[in-house]
């Protein structure tokens, strides 16, 4: 299979190793011709001195890769974990949501552009050390943490020095990923996390190849590695494009890949597209369209299959595979019925529902509360900005 395009390195941009968000990585090794080629994922930048990979924040400063997004972020919120998409993953309760800045795809329809595409460093304007970050999750009442704005793949010894620091405090951590990451930086990523949701675009290489820049078959590789060899509770998202992705044979060919190397069990979002970024002359998806995805996935067996960014009760309702009754619905993001016990199991048969569940539903709702984390320099080295933390929520909104 041909590599798919790549993106030209971007020239330097004051990239230097004395910045103190600048941190040295593991994943690359030095090529015969002087380059050095960065191993994190399946786009293998190739870089000379100075140059910055496509994902922007990783580099090559002083013969070595870097990471110059370590204790950068794009901004907080605390939004709740449906919103993720994560259904069946302590359902109801806050999560601390952050981004960096950049992306290892180049999706031309990109949701999040002004951020994943960012090439400002002010962008960046908020800072936080991984134990500032994790305190701030846990005055907050967060159950969870997740890495959301943009992929973690690319800040990924930062996301994991986060993850390590909330789990010391008992908060989980979330990876919300298009799973586009080599196997030993996966394996090594993963472990810290507790839960991730993948996007898995589209289900054909064309597809992913002139769209999104990347390749499928790295897709399903994760995906089958987090489920098969790990852990980590995983919900599977893939946002319909009318056009692009939403034929009958395309998200067959996806719910019969899905029910033999997954299973059953894993949730599966269709989630609605909204005109943006490059792809502003197509329509948003018609919920008629979500609605068709989810009668095929269920139709190849998928018990819990979710639509999204519409308000669709019948859509969001968890049925309970045992008795056949509904035990949680929703509508968008809130929780309106619940009848399952705290750990999981239906709450008039018994049954066990996947998921994670530890105790009763939480009652976050629909709120996205954005928070301004403010830090000022220690006095013990480049990355000490602990003491100076204060929280400054900066009001409610849906
Ligand atoms: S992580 Fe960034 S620098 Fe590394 S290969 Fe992927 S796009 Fe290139």
């Not at 930048?45 to 950068?72: H, M, N, P, T, W």
């Not at 992306?103 to 002004?114: E, G, K, M, T």
């Amino acid at each position: 299979m041909p590599e798919p395009a790549q993106a030209a390195p971007v020239p330097a941009d004051a990239l230097s190793r004395d910045d103190p968000f600048t941190v040295d990585t593991t994943y690359w090794h030095a090529l015969d011709d002087g380059r050095i080629q960065c191993d994190v994922c399946p786009r293998a930048c190739k870089l000379r001195e100075g140059q910055r990979g496509l994902c922007f924040v990783r580099g090559r400063a002083d013969d070595r890769i870097v990471l110059a997004s370590y204790g950068r972020s794009s901004g907080f919120c605390v939004d709740p974990v449906e919103k993720k998409p994560l259904n069946h993953f302590l359902p109801g309760t806050p999560v601390l949501s952050f981004g960096t800045a950049g992306c290892n795809l180049a999706c031309r329809f990109c949701q999040n552009w002004d951020i994943s595409k960012s090439r400002e460093i002010d962008t960046l304007g908020a800072s936080a050390s991984p134990d500032a970050l994790a305190e701030a999750a846990a005055r907050l009442g967060c159950r969870s943490v997740a890495f959301t704005y943009n992929d973690p793949t690319i800040f990924l010894e930062y996301a994991s020095d986060v993850a390590d620091a909330c789990r010391a405090r008992g908060i989980k951590s979330i990876a919300v990923s298009a799973g586009y990451i080599n196997a030993e930086p996966r394996a090594d990523f993963y472990a810290h996390m507790d839960a991730a949701n993948i996007d898995l675009k589209a289900f054909s290489e064309q597809f992913y190849e002139k769209v999104t820049f990347a390749k499928l078959g790295s897709v399903q590789e994760t995906l089958r590695y987090l489920h098969e060899e790990t852990s980590v509770w995983l919900e599977v998202t893939t946002l319909l494009i009318p056009g692009h992705n939403d034929s009958d044979a395309e998200i067959a060919a996806e719910c019969a890949w899905f029910a033999e190397h997954l299973g059953p069990d894993v949730p599966l979002h269709f989630s609605a597209f909204h005109p943006d970024f490059k792809m502003r002359d197509i329509p948003r998806t018609p919920p008629e369209t979500l609605r068709r995805a989810r009668g095929i996935a269920l139709d190849h067996g998928l018990r819990y299959v979710y639509t999204g960014n519409v308000h669709d009760p019948e859509g969001q309702t968890t049925s309970c595979p045992g008795c056949g009754k509904p035990v949680v619905e929703r509508d968008w993001h809130v929780l309106n019925r619940y009848d399952l016990t705290d750990t999981g199991a239906c709450g008039h048969c018994g049954h066990a529902i996947a998921g994670v569940f530890d105790g009763p539903a939480g009652d976050w709702g629909a709120k996205r509360r954005p928070v301004t984390l403010v830090e000022k320099p220690g006095k013990h080295g480049k990355h000490d900005r602990r003491p100076m933390l204060t929280l400054t929520p900066r009001g409610d909104r849906k």
